[in-house]
Structure formats: structure tokens, C-alpha cells
């Protein structure tokens, strides 16, 4: 059998398979972009399937001394609690301390530093003041996967009993907490 040179139309079939993907790209990004422009796209609105379930199971050693906590402590709550993954090195986690900072007489906080070497992590609680009532370490971030963590800040509202009932992947604003958080908080006490 010989081979039989390939067709035109198979030849231009095969050069506008490119076009089309990259046509199908362009118009993701479009209709991305029109989201944002109309409010209605959030990129760090992330549908977390951990809303509404307990806590995974961990257990997180200190961060500074008898400050350690893990699944067993957050699931005998009887109120709700935030619990905040930061890191030293995290920009945005130096941003919302400040908002932190108020927001820990409203509701006790919880810190978990990630990834974080324990003498940068106290030093950097230090430097901005420390909103929380606890600070576990986990070193190598093997707790965070369990949490679903894309990445630092990100803070869970921990309701009575260890559910999840409210994430975000984005650093804490005074809107976030008058709108969502303490709403939600103050419905979760007993």
C-alpha cells in the first residue's frame, strides 16, 4: 500500500483546530471578565465542599506555649470560633491583622501559622499584634490539605459542635465582618 498524501480539507481542518480552542479561551476569559465588571464574578469566592461539615481530623502542636489545638477541641465548642491560617511571609496576612485585631473582642480567633518557621511566625504575631486566643503550627501543611487551603490568609468560622459553616480564601475586611461573619457568628451562639 502506498501512502496517499492527506487532503486539503483534512489539512485545513487540522489548522483551524488552534483558532478554535483559542477562540473558546477568548471567550472564557470574556465572559469572566464581563462578571467582573458586573459584580457578579468573585475570584476568591471559592465553593468550598467543607461548608457544613465537621472539622477534618489534626492535631497541631504549639505555636507558642499552651497554645496548641486540634479536631477534638474545636468539635467540644459550645460557641463559634475563627480559625485563621497565616504565615510570616503572606502580604495580605499583614494586611488583615489590623482588622483581626478588632475583631478578637468580638470573637475569639484561633491562628494556625502555615508552612511558617516558629521563631517568624511569633515574631511576626508580635510586630502586629496578636489576635489570637490560640496558635497551633502546622509545619508541613499536611493539616491545611485536610482543610482544603488553596493558599494564605484563609479563615474558616467554626461553629458549635466543629462544623464548618462559613470560608473564605481572601484576606478578612470590616465588610466581611459586618456583613457575613458576625451575623453569622452571633445565629451560631447557643
Request: hydrophobic share 45%; aromatic share 8%.
Amino acid at each position: 500500500m502506498s501512502e496517499q498524501p492527506s487532503s486539503p480539507t483534512r489539512r485545513r481542518l487540522l489548522m483551524a483546530a488552534p483558532l478554535v480552542v483559542a477562540g473558546g479561551v477568548g471567550v472564557g476569559f470574556w465572559r469572566m471578565l464581563s462578571g467582573m465588571t458586573r459584580g457578579s464574578f468573585d475570584p476568591h469566592d471559592i465553593h468550598a465542599p467543607a461548608l457544613n461539615r465537621p472539622v477534618p481530623d489534626f492535631t497541631l502542636p504549639d505555636q507558642a506555649p499552651g497554645t496548641g489545638f486540634s479536631a477534638a477541641d474545636l468539635r467540644g465548642l459550645k460557641a463559634p470560633v475563627l480559625v485563621n491560617y497565616f504565615a510570616s511571609w503572606c502580604i495580605p496576612c499583614v494586611a488583615e491583622m489590623p482588622v483581626l485585631n478588632v475583631l478578637k473582642d468580638r470573637l475569639p480567633i484561633w491562628g494556625i501559622a502555615y508552612k511558617d518557621k516558629p521563631e517568624h511566625a511569633l515574631g511576626f504575631v508580635q510586630r502586629a499584634g496578636n489576635p489570637y486566643a490560640r496558635i497551633a503550627a502546622d509545619h508541613d501543611g499536611l493539616a491545611a490539605i485536610d482543610w482544603g487551603v488553596s493558599g494564605v490568609p484563609e479563615t474558616f468560622l467554626v461553629g458549635p459542635g466543629g462544623i464548618i459553616r462559613w470560608h473564605t480564601a481572601s484576606p478578612i475586611t470590616e465588610a466581611m465582618i459586618t456583613n457575613t461573619i458576625m451575623p453569622l457568628a452571633d445565629s451560631l451562639k447557643s
